[in-house]
């Protein structure tokens, strides 16, 4: 099992295709999931400018893949590759996420890599649950959950994720975890076939404050075989820095804790206050 | 008195179940905000609670003062498309709001109840005080609900928006908002918890936040209801009070003048409600509609809780009589009183 997922992995490298971000727009990560709606555990704030504008992938060596981009609404729409891999995500109209799904069949190997992107719109009345639900291809990694429309993949934190086959909980299966910072993590799934990994902090060099610290990608590998065809699917998504290193929780406990004693030395007052008062 | 005939145990069940709701609801209602209830609830549930079961008004408002309005206005692009999502907003609002009125406050805000919870511990610790909050310090308070709504909820996000201050401040409320640091905590996650480091402004509203929270709590245990009289979504209640159903009505006798049960039990320290000889709703601008006030009028319909024409509670003697009982069972019961009974016989056997 664990050879065959390093098979996978290796098979995704060599086969060089890879689902990334081109040339992220001035607001570096203004057109990714979960950044664009403004709340940030880590303390800043995306714009929902930026997330309005038209979302551009770029596939490496995608020949003859077959792209398909999922609505929030489960309606489908096959995409054409542009110009050096370039796909251009049309504007649904619909606010939430969208899933891109690109399968390339050899026969007795299907390679699928899908990426989940959110676009604003119309409130499409659809939850991320139903996309998430959507048996997209024979075998899907699925984020358990997806980050949350105002929320995002950071290091250090954990996720979970799903591996599926023909819709069902693939148990005990190899599940590769790979950043393009180059960490390597692997895990088995578990009965529910949920794998759960803690993102690696890997980032070389962190600034202070998430704006200044443009996201890095991770792949999610996992692969099956069923008769003598074999399946492999990437799930692909961006992660951000860990925000623990500019952000420190001892020092908002101890901030925390000289408000209580101000609060405290107020009532205090009050009370002598209210004593003399009485007294009086 | 029957603990389920007493309006204040009524109202803590009321506000365990919107607490456990709210806080930890994503498990009904789902995970994503597209699962939320309205995005615009008109009370401080947070949406930096992964497992909240909707979001407070308040940070829409602060989003689409930022990113439509603002925006709108510095592209030059039209306004009234960047009012329509506030507009949207608004009115989801006051669909909720017409329903409960100010009692979005004094019954299901999470925060709310938390203060309550902290003014019970000081009572049981010997440290709520008892008297009303000075009048001085009352009316200076009364203005600050305003300048937090105006400022941080509308002002900041929107020079934010059209690029006059910094983009840290889009969310400049739930920035300072200490519904953030209890809700996640609540729900076992410290990360809103935390100094900010990255710029000076995230530093001021980092402090900002974590001094108010740690003085909340002290200050809930000795006064009620601290941050219930500076919080902004009481200034929101308060602008549309008048088209809520709930409301509190007061039908003034000769005797008011003299008493003034009503103020004393008020957890906000609103003293007009005694001295007020409005014949009618007298909903004020700083009332909860907890109903504290009703229960401890001893006159005859004096005062009444009215949903639309409807009384839902009066006041009555009997109520009083029973209720101020139960008030003094509930008070005479300390930590420091329980510890001097123990330590008595033993002294006594000495």
Known sequence: MRIKTLMAGLLAAACGVSVALAQPPAHSDAAEPGTETGQNPGGGHAGHGGGRRATMLVLANADGAHITYWKPDLTRQTLELGMMGHLALPRTGMDNYHAVVAERDWGNLKETFIRYVYTFGKPSGHSPAELAAAVKTELEVVPDPIPREHYRYMAAYTWSFLVRYQGQPLANSQVLLTTSQGSRLEALTDAAGRVTFRLPDDFPEVEAGRENNPPAELNVTASHREGDREFVTVLTAPYHTDPSHWQSFPTGVAIAGAGFLVGGLVGFRRRHDNKKRGSA | ?350
């Open chain 2, 1 to 350: 008195m029957n603990p389920l005939t007493n309006l204040s145990v009524i109202r803590k069940l009321v506000q365990i179940a919107a607490f456990a709701f709210l806080v930890y609801g994503s498990v009904v209602v789902g995970y994503y905000t597209a699962d939320k209830l309205s995005v615009a609830f008109p009370a401080l549930t947070c949406a930096y609670d992964m497992r909240s079961a909707d979001y407070c008004t308040l940070v829409p408002f602060q989003h689409q003062m930022a990113h439509r309005v603002g925006e709108a206005i510095s592209s030059g692009s039209s306004l009234l498309m960047g009012l329509l999502p506030v507009v949207t907003t608004l009115a989801t609002f006051l669909l909720l709001f017409v329903l409960l009125n100010k009692a979005f406050c004094g019954w299901i805000c999470p925060l709310g109840f938390f203060q309550e919870l902290l003014s019970a511990i000081g009572q049981k610790l010997g440290l709520q005080q008892r008297e009303s909050v000075a009048p001085g310090i009352v009316d200076r308070l009364r203005p600050v609900k305003w300048i937090m709504l105006g400022v941080l909820v509308f002002g900041l996000p929107l020079l934010s928006g059209l690029g006059f201050a910094s983009h840290d401040l889009v969310g400049a409320y739930c920035a300072i908002c200490p519904s953030r640091i209890m809700t996640t905590l609540a729900v076992g996650d410290t990360s809103q918890l935390y100094f900010d480091s990255a710029n000076p402004t995230v530093m001021v509203l980092s402090v900002s936040a974590d001094f108010l929270f740690g003085a909340m709590v002290a200050l809930g245990l000795t006064t009620r209801q601290p941050f219930c009289r500076i919080c902004p979504l009481l200034a929101l209640h308060a602008a549309f009070r008048k088209v809520g159903l709930a409301r509190l009505v007061k039908n003034p006798s000769p005797r008011c003048g003299k008493c003034g049960l009503c103020a004393k039990a008020c957890p906000i320290d609103i003293r007009e409600i005694h001295t007020t000889e409005k014949q009618g709703d007298i909903t004020f601008a700083d009332c909860t509609l907890c109903g504290r006030c009703v229960e401890f009028c001893p006159d005859q319909d004096v005062l009444q809780l009215k949903y639309a024409t409807f009384p839902v509670f009066s006041a009555s003697p009997r109520y009083f009589k029973q209720r101020k009982q139960a008030q003094k069972r509930w008070e005479s019961w300390t930590l420091h009183g329980w510890w001097n009974r123990r330590r008595s016989p033993a002294t006594e056997r000495a």
